[in-house]
């Protein structure tokens, strides 16, 4: 299968979706027609076999994912998704599997409204590159630097599904599906997100594990975070697998959570969550800690003594 | 080296140069103000090593490339460049070889004042992906579907020159230091792509080859073109290396060339040149063909003979 013939297969199944999009795939580049007024919301994440995702992986799982990692950067910003340009290296040019691909991708924007619109195939290692677009009020957006003093700290969902997933994968014994479910299919925060735009004062995806996105937060905003680990939400599902100990791990420090850890000033959690609306978006969210003055995450468990974990986040490089 | 490091180290060289980039390299996303009433143009292209440049390649000039090809999808659209996106994948995180891949991606970059606003580093086969954003003004991008009957064919710079040094290199003989100069430091013809805008009826850049390009154009616009092979601009520099035949093969089907193929309104092309202050740019425009009713690409010689080469064209997965 040539490369051509590969991009009018995508072409021929990237529906247009959006008036906003003036011409999409099949020329030199794509023409997008921006809202007047809003702030575009760039964001871009590689998904590579065998390190991002289990060689073998399903196309379907590969495609979701690749897409997922991206829109939840844009939650994390508040941004309403818009489009997306994709660049896949194949080994070969499988026309099933890049098929399976789309059905995983194209399903998940489908559900955003995310239209695809340009990108390339090339011969290659297993790799996927997506590029996202959005758009957000001026003023509005979600940066890492905002946090003060006093916020409290909240996270949304539940923390350490995937990493025990991928725990029981490597330990090379059955895998639990409710756990493998959130390794292989998770849901950007999109609603949250940007539910939580102009109300939360900083926000994160946890994409690289709790005390290490926190961490980057703390940096940018120049203060320390209290956390609570025995406040983490979703520890119910791991206990019947993993022990205490393991378990606090994983939620503090297991990666690919996607979900969204913010900060909302002190005193008007309640009402700034039912402002936002984010309670009508059905996601579940959680306090788990303060922000205090000083820097880097302090994490206490339920009797206030500083609990440490063997590693402090997932780093490609490390 | 763990992958914040990179991350930092390439934000710490990634200058901010432009207003318009609201937050760069740091979040979870970039934020960008588009400029009012314009449109959007984006695109994204991958190499991979010893598919795109050969295995070896120097870091800076793999960085140049990575920008070059995608400035000159903007080139091809008549865009204004202005913010980009970079995904590196690599084997390890060897921070010498980033610093020289960052030499020549943002030498390039500077040259025509875009911003590198965000990506990301994984560990993965090196595999670099480039997402660029430029803007136009509504209704004067360069598109390939808007080629009319009559219209005459031009091409900027020259042809073959890239295609040449990759057959040397294959030969394992010397490469002519001219010769490899163009395959590894491709210069995107953004400024008169600019010149263009709103003047050439269609435009593709050859990066596939001048019969694959052109074809594409053909295809999109529902014409054919008659070539004129003996007419392709940069003979002179192949023919001390290969003889005639192989100098049209190369020049008409060598891909990696990243001039600018266009069409103009027949009868007016010295005028439309002109008008659209095209001789400004500096770069020589060399008229190579026709187009006319019906399809595909019909190549003759001097002697008005039909020419066929043994391949059309470059596909990744042919």
Known sequence: MAEFGLIDRIRARAAQVRDDVVLGIGDDAALLQPPPGMQLVVSMDTLNDGVHFPAGTGAALVGWKALAVNLSDLAAMGAEPAWCTLSLSLPDGDPAWVDGFLDGFLALAAQHRVALVGGDTTRGPLSVSVTVHGFVDPGRALRRDGARVGDAVWVSGGLGAAAAALAQWRGGGPIDPGLRERLDRPCPRVRLGRALAGVATACIDVSDGLLADLGHVCVASGVGVVLDVDALPGAGMLR???????????????????????????????????????????????????????????????????????????????
């Open 240 to 318: 019947t697998h993993f022990d205490a100990d393991a378990v606090r791990r994983l939620q503090a420090t297991g990666g690919d959570d996607y979900e969204l850890c913010f900060t909302l000033p002190a005193g008007a959690d309640a009402v700034a969550l039912a402002a936002a609306g984010a309670a009508a978006t059905g996601i579940e969210v959680t306090r788990i800690g303060t922000v205090v003055a000083g820097q880097g995450v302090r994490a206490l468990d339920r009797e206030g003594r500083p609990w440490r974990p063997d590693s402090a986040g997932h780093e490609h490089f490390a």
